[in-house]
């Protein structure tokens, strides 16, 4: 039997679709299933924080190298992908962040005071502390990425819930869903919440831990300003020392999440539901304080499951069976279109980079010499 497809990717999230596009882009033909509409999952919502600032200096490098595709597609698609209005990040952390970006002496970040954080970050109340600025970071413009995306994918689509994987004899992979069954070259699980079920079905224990998360929206009470900076805010100045931020296309509209997110069961289940409440609150706490430039009440919400790797809340991992891949991390949006890339290669070079083996522990500090 000739298979389906070359590859089929598993997810129609930021990086199932960024690498099915890497593989269409290379010749191969190509399958995506998703039960749902592409970027459904934690995929979804306005806007995510594109920094190049990581502990792991690996990190550094891959989002250096996802930026330079970003760019790429900002041509190929014509559309702003990620906002020229670059990430500001406020705290004492910025030292550590900064030492480690020394060794990337290419990429436009460096320390900023306090008149250059205003012109960035006119949104925010004033700060003296320490800030720094990563001039080519900025807002990712999510929907049109997933929505470019998918265009190109259109017909490689297949709305269907995948159910199990399985090696044949031919050295293909079957696929079964709800209501096929059809075989590939190699799979590439992309599928977030559902990545750690399908690789035990195929022997693999991935050390995934499901949290749930909640990210709030206020709208700027005057007109939007010209330029708003993304930001990470660990300074504790206005009561919060894990704050991240990003604006909507147009700087109408920014969304503030803490970090920190709400431990589930495996099933999905909440110890104390009122937890995400209480998130959303001390987001919208922060932003009174920290944002006198936007409405007090919000007017978006994103609630989702995220899935993270014990070692770092950057971290990503690839695991691999001889039926699939399985890719696991959180904070993935930026790191995307490399990721794909390197996804695609290590099928058809049929070795994956050693960085992205689970042993590498991608995403961890790296002792400095
Ligand atoms: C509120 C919020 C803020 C964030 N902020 C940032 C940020 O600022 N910067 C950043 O870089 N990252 C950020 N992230 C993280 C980033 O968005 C995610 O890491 C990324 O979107 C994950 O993409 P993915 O393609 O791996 O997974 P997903 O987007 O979850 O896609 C997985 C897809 O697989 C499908 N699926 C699952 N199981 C099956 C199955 N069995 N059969 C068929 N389909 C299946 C799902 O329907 C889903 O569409 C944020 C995340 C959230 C939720």
């Not at 690789?199 to 010209?226: D, E, M, Y």
């Amino acid at each position: 039997m000739t298979p389906n497809s070359d590859i089929a990717v598993i997810g129609a999230g930021i990086v199932g679709l960024s690498t099915a596009y890497a593989a269409q882009q290379q010749g191969l033909s190509v399958t995506v299933y998703d039960s749902g509409p592409p970027g459904g999952g934690q995929s979804a919502g306005q806007a995510r924080v594109f920094r190049h600032a990581h502990d792991d200096p690996r990190l550094v490098a891959m989002a250096a190298d996802s930026r330079e595709t970003w760019r790429e597609w900002e041509e190929d698609f014509g559309a702003e992908l990620v906002s020229s209005d670059g990430a500001v990040a406020l705290g004492p952390g910025i030292d550590d962040k900064l030492d480690v970006l020394a060794g990337f002496p290419q990429l436009p970040v460096r320390r900023i005071g306090h008149d250059e954080l205003a012109e960035a970050m006119p949104l925010l109340a004033p700060f003296d502390g320490p800030a720094m600025l990563d001039e080519t970071g900025g807002s990712i413009r999510t929907q049109a990425a997933i929505g470019a995306l998918a265009d190109r994918l259109r017909d490689s689509m297949v709305t269907d819930h995948v159910l199990t994987l399985r090696q044949t004899r031919r050295e293909t992979v079957e696929v079964r869903t709800g209501t096929r069954c059809q075989e590939h070259g190699h799979v590439v699980v992309c599928a977030g919440r559902g990545t750690a079920p399908l690789a035990r079905g195929v022997g693999l224990s991935l050390p995934v831990r499901l949290a749930a998360h909640v990210r709030v929206t206020f709208a700027a009470t005057g007109p939007p300003p010209p330029r708003v900076a993304t930001l990470q805010d660990s300074s504790g100045e206005f009561g919060e020392t894990g704050i991240y931020a990003a604006a909507y296309p147009g700087n109408s509209h920014y969304a503030v999440g803490l970090s920190e997110t709400v431990q589930v069961g495996e099933d999905g289940s909440f110890a104390e539901p009122s937890e995400l409440a209480q998130l959303a609150q001390r987001a919208a706490a922060y932003t009174k304080r920290a944002l006198p430039g936007l409405t007090a009440t919000p007017v978006e919400f994103v609630h989702c499951w995220v899935t993270e790797l014990p070692w770092n809340e950057d971290a990503v991992a690839v695991w691999q069976s001889p039926a699939a891949s399985f890719v696991a991390g959180h904070n993935l949006f930026k790191q995307a279109p490399g990721l794909g890339r390197a996804l695609v290669e290590s099928v058809t070079d049929g070795r994956l980079p050693t960085h992205l083996t689970p042993e590498a522990r991608l995403g961890e500090p790296q002792a400095t010499s």
